[in-house]
């Protein structure tokens, strides 16, 4: 995990609360000397990486070099640039001296674990990403769950693809990964298909969140007594789990059904149950996906000013908590509905092109190739 944070838009670098703003060829500089911490470099190589296609002399090296040391002073206890006499420079790196994460007690594990689980339930997305990118400098270590569950939070669904975990693991986040990107349900029931061998073997909660999420894919697959059947049968699972989150997943799910099949008394009835409980415990993920659930009841109900209000807010919400997956959802599901259920050509063309924006910024396509290339050639 990089301990130095790197703007390159603004020619900044940041290490905790400390930034430091440098010259264009200062940052390049020192950003190269970064990536090859340690080794040493003559005038004429660093002349030729940092001032290609320019005709600087060896005293610009010497110049910018002079100028980093008086900036970064205040960083000497992370490295160094180093003269070596005869050749040129080097940056001498000296992070391995602070102590390392098995160095802290246990306790001192546990509360950072318990501060990640909170900002996770409170979808603070930022706050999750903050703490993780600083490990080195709080001397802490993420847990394996948050290794894995991190990347998926910041859209870096490519990892999943790519990097090698148990395949049960692997296969729960692909599922989640190609039903956010791929618009047309069927692939999707097809791909949960091909998982459930696989179910045996992921940890309970994996297995009741692929339960609960395929509630909502039958219902728009227009399979409404599968997605009944499979909503019975989660109740009593859902007693063994003492989460919010799931309850509130599952009553979310149950309103998707609830839209297709024409009972919007239910569906206001279960948001508006949801508000309440979401008044006492600010789950921002929750709130956006019942905010976005009670925007869809009021174009039912006929108030399509308020409820383009309402929706456009759902996605602010859902914006601030840096969870990338439940914004690709949201923004999946509104056009769905735009689609299937509701009329307005003007907001669904809103949608549409932020749906396009997502899928060239995440990748969509080449997502839905591989991981249908993957589960052709593995699965």
Request: glycine share 4%; hydrophobic share 40%; with cysteine.
């Amino acid at each position: 995990m990089e301990l130095i944070e790197w703007f390159d838009d603004t020619f900044q670098v940041r290490y905790a609360d400390q930034t430091i703003s440098l010259l264009p060829k200062e940052y390049a500089l020192l950003h190269y000397l970064y990536n090859w911490k340690n080794r040493t470099f003559s005038r004429d190589e660093l002349l030729d990486r940092v001032w290609a296609m320019e005709e600087p002399t060896d005293r610009t090296v010497d110049d910018h070099i002079y100028r980093l040391r008086r900036k970064l002073t205040k960083w000497s206890h992370l490295f160094t640039i180093e003269t070596v006499r005869g050749v040129g420079y080097r940056l001498h790196w000296k992070i391995n001296h602070l102590p390392k994460p098995a160095t802290f007690n246990q306790d001192f594990s546990k509360n950072v674990r318990s501060m990640l689980e909170t900002y996770h339930g409170m979808g603070m997305g930022a706050a999750m990403h903050t703490l993780a990118s600083h490990q080195d400098v709080l001397g802490f270590q993420l847990d394996p769950y948050y290794e894995v569950y991190l990347p998926f939070v910041r859209g870096d669904f490519s990892w999943f693809v790519r990097h090698p975990f148990p395949l049960p693991e692997k296969l729960f986040y692909l599922f989640h990964v190609y039903y956010m990107v791929q618009a047309d349900p069927q692939p999707s029931m097809e791909i949960l298909e091909k998982i459930q061998p696989y179910l045996p073997k992921m940890p309970d909660s994996f297995r009741l969140e692929l339960q609960i999420a395929s509630i909502g894919l039958l219902a728009q697959n227009g399979e409404y007594e599968r997605a009944k059947n499979q909503l019975e049968a989660s109740y009593p699972l859902l007693e063994t789990i003492n989460s919010k989150s799931f309850i509130l997943f599952f009553q979310s799910q149950q309103c998707s059904l609830d839209l297709l099949t024409g009972r919007l008394d239910s569906v206001e009835a279960i948001v508006e149950q949801a508000m309440e409980r979401l008044q006492e415990v600010p789950m921002q993920r929750e709130l956006g996906t019942f905010t976005l659930l009670r925007g869809f009841c009021l174009y039912l109900r006929n108030r399509q000013s308020e409820a383009r209000q309402v929706v456009d807010e759902a996605i602010e919400v859902i914006l601030a908590t840096r969870f990338v997956p439940h914004l690709i959802y949201a923004v999946r599901n509104i056009l769905f509905f735009y689609q299937n259920l509701i009329h307005d050509l003007e907001w669904q063309r809103k949608y549409e092109v932020k749906w396009r924006e997502l899928a060239q910024e995440y990748q969509f396509e080449a997502l839905r190739k591989e991981i249908t290339e993957l589960f052709s050639n593995s699965v």
